[in-house]
């Protein structure tokens, strides 16, 4: 049975970093992307940066490039997301999530495995 755990959403200010951790556990093998996604009140979730396991590529939505950075931590079997020079637009409910055997999809509907999701609110 896979589960995603994520943590580290708070409040901060415009400009401040943070950190969202999303810890895995039951995926088996390497075949499999991890990624987060966000989502507002009344918006569909949007695909923010993806992971693939096997050899850690990754990809980004055009919003997050340049200032997020995914990555993962094969002891632990984290996925981390960094988030610098976060703006009151990055605030959202932000989601870990798994899909396997698919390499880095963007598409919410192709990803098998959802966390419950971590509060990230940043003020102006």
């Known amino acids: 049975q896979v589960q995603l755990v994520e943590s580290g959403g708070r409040l901060v200010q415009a400009g401040d970093s943070l950190r969202l951790s999303c810890a895995a556990s039951g995926l088996i093998g390497s075949e499999y992307s991890m990624a987060w996604f966000r989502q507002t009140p009344g918006r569909e979730r949007a695909f923010v940066a993806a992971?693939?396991?096997?050899?850690?590529?990754?990809t980004y939505s055009d919003s997050a490039k340049g200032r997020f950075t995914i990555s993962r931590d094969n002891a632990k079997n984290t996925v981390l997301l960094q988030m610098n020079s976060l703006k009151p637009e990055d605030t959202a409910l932000y989601y870990c999530?798994?899909?396997?055997?698919?390499?880095?999809?963007?598409?919410?509907?192709?990803?098998?495995?959802w966390g419950q999701g971590t509060q990230v609110t940043v003020s102006s």
């Open positions: 992971i693939w396991w096997m050899d850690a590529a990754t």
């Open positions: 999530t798994a899909s396997l055997f698919r390499r880095l999809p963007t598409q919410a509907d192709l990803y098998n495995y």
